[in-house]
């Protein structure tokens, strides 16, 4: 797919180029787009089945180039708030994105602080998503703890169900998914279906290794976690989230001590 073919794209869907990019010597910079017309999930199916093909060794900037000019304001950016890296590429060519955000009510205070601080210096719409009860309801109608006792119903409760009902309006959405974090994600594809959702899915840096994530960051001085700096390799619920020993997986620090290593929503 050509950068020319990418920016055709982008000017049908109302995202219009504007600023000269480093990485591939093309416009970068879009304006917001309107509302899409939405698709069929037939013709979204068709759409990733099509791109995952030829994005699957395209930069992290072409695949998400792909992705605004596709779906405009029908796409968006979900982030954890380990770090701003998806976000931060996927404003340099769609600014004013819309990067959505699941406060569960058990974040750390830094992962609170993280968000905060990129919706406040990036060019991005943050969108935070939070659970029907809060952490009092939940506790009152399944008691406490219950991400000790179900740590499966607690996840499908603050993260996947939320997710549900806050993606319903998008047709596509990335994820910072890459395939070194964990045996689970060896397969991840940059540009997939996401059956359960009939959504397309993104996951520009899926090729990425942490090595080109910590210098990405370096150079572009994006905003992370200060969890990361402080032995924590991947960031979660606080009650399910612990530091990482040596010589440990990244994503050993989650439920650790639990056959679950995944929250549910991937």
């Known amino acids: 797919m050509t950068t020319d073919h990418l920016r055709k794209q982008l000017s049908r869907n109302g995202v219009v180029s504007t600023a000269p990019d480093k990485e591939h010597g093309s416009p970068s910079a879009a304006s917001a787009a309107p509302?899409?017309?939405q698709r069929s999930p037939d013709e979204l199916a068709r759409l990733a089945e099509t791109a995952g093909r030829e994005l699957e060794d395209a930069p992290a900037l072409e695949v998400l180039r792909w992705a605004a000019g596709t779906f405009g304001r029908r796409f968006c950016v979900?982030?954890?708030m380990e770090d701003a890296v998806v976000a931060h590429l996927a404003s340099r060519v769609f600014?004013?994105?819309?990067v959505v955000f699941l406060d569960t009510g058990y974040h750390f205070p830094e992962t609170i602080g993280t968000r905060d601080a990129v919706e406040a210096?990036?060019?991005v719409e943050v969108i935070t998503l939070t659970p029907r009860q809060t952490v009092a309801q939940q506790d009152a109608e399944y008691g406490p703890r219950l991400h000790d006792r179900d740590p499966n119903l607690c996840c499908a409760l603050r993260k996947v169900q939320p997710l549900e009902e806050g993606l319903r309006t998008y047709d596509a959405w990335a994820t910072g998914l890459r395939r070194d974090e964990s045996p689970t994600r060896a397969r991840t594809p940059v540009v997939g279906w996401d059956e359960r959702r009939k959504k397309v899915k993104v996951s520009p840096i899926a090729r990425w290794t942490q090595q080109d994530v910590d210098s990405y960051i370096a150079e572009h001085g994006v905003?992370?976690?200060p969890l990361l700096s402080d032995g924590y390799t991947s960031v979660g619920c606080a009650p399910c989230t612990r530091r990482v020993l040596a010589g440990e997986d990244a994503r050993a620090g989650r439920w650790a001590g639990l056959d679950k290593t995944e929250c549910g929503l991937h």
Request: charged share 10%; aromatic share 0%.
């Open 35 to 37: 509302p899409q017309e």
């Open 78 to 80: 979900t982030s954890s």
């Open 95 to 98: 600014p004013g994105v819309s």
């Open 121 to 123: 210096v990036m060019d």
């Open 223 to 225: 905003l992370t976690n």
